[in-house]
């Protein structure tokens, strides 16, 4: 067997070839062989992104809000950002203008307040079963109502026809 090694600064390739029997019908050349190195990767961030660590004190700063808030909050919460989210969708179905990243950023929040939710009912000795009943349980016990977004719309349109009322009288 025969084998040839090129080394340059931080790796080395190894190149093998095998015996040379004329019996042989395949090739002879076995592949390269390139020793693994552990190395640390370092996050390579462009200068379009922000830096890795802002994003981070970011997120525990919404972490550190949402665990400001009360079960009760938390859960009035959720309501809202789910009925946002149904905004989000008929506004597509619609075909009206709507910005496609609200979806991710309202699930995400939506599933973070739900994670702080469970972290405390496991503080409290509540287990998967009894928490399912209980989500259950809550999700029946749901009032409807509108999203803050689609009041928000209401009250300014009130307010265009209170304007409008005003410059005919």
């Not at 809000?65 to 919460?77: G, Y």
């Not at 009925?83 to 973070?112: C, D, P, T, Y």
Request: proline fraction near 4%; avoid cysteine; aromatic fraction near 4%.
């Amino acid at each position: 067997m025969l084998s040839l090694s090129i080394a340059s600064p931080g790796t080395a390739v190894t190149f093998l070839r095998g015996n040379g029997s004329s019996n042989s019908t395949s090739s002879s050349f076995h592949g390269v062989r390139i020793p693994h190195q552990a190395s640390a990767r370092v996050p390579i961030s462009s200068s379009s992104r922000k830096p890795l660590a802002v994003m981070m004190s970011k997120r525990e700063a919404e972490l550190k809000e949402i665990r400001a808030k009360t079960t009760e909050e938390l859960n009035e919460e959720v309501i809202d950002l789910k009925g946002e989210l149904f905004m989000l969708r008929l506004q597509k179905s619609a075909r009206n203008e709507f910005k496609s990243s609200e979806f991710r950023r309202m699930k995400k929040q939506v599933a973070r307040i739900l994670t702080v939710r469970r972290e405390r009912e496991i503080e409290e000795g509540i287990g998967k079963r009894l928490s399912r009943k209980l989500d259950r349980q809550w999700k029946k016990s749901i009032v409807v109502r509108p999203p803050p977004s689609l009041k928000k719309l209401q009250e300014e349109e009130a307010a265009e026809e209170a304007a409008e009322a005003a410059k005919s009288a």
